[in-house]
């Protein structure tokens, strides 16, 4: 994307996607979206690859407040699945289910 070699532009991975760029590209990227797949980010969606010591001590500092937010992403699946599985049976579901199958036809 920007033509810079690995070695020598500082390298940043995406945690949104996991892709790899320069930090210079990740600025670059139009509307916070991933300029490889498209898929939206935010600035502290960035990990740094081979950081600093101050931003190896800014990662750990975050890594309770991102273990909480996934969890409580794992929760709220996990309540949209067993709302799923509560739900009633559509009349478009019995309406298919009442049709004879050719087997029941020659019967």
């Known amino acids: ?8 532009a500082p390298m940043a991975a995406l945690s949104t996607c996991g892709h790899v760029l320069s930090t210079r590209a990740i600025k670059q990227a139009a509307e916070g979206c991933c ?9 502290s969606d960035n990990v740094p690859i081979y950081g600093t010591p101050e931003q190896v001590d800014s990662l750990r500092d975050q890594l309770p407040q991102r273990a909480a937010r996934a969890k409580a992403l794992r929760q709220k699946g996990k309540k ?27 019967a």
């Not at 949209?80 to 020659?106: G, L, N, Q």
């Open 1 to 8: 994307i920007t033509q810079l070699p690995c070695e020598s």
């Open 35 to 43: 300029p490889v797949c498209s898929e939206p980010f935010e600035a």
């Open 80 to 106: 949209r699945k067993k709302m799923a599985a509560e739900e009633p049976v559509e009349s478009s579901d019995a309406r298919i289910e009442a049709r004879p199958t050719p087997a029941m036809a020659a």
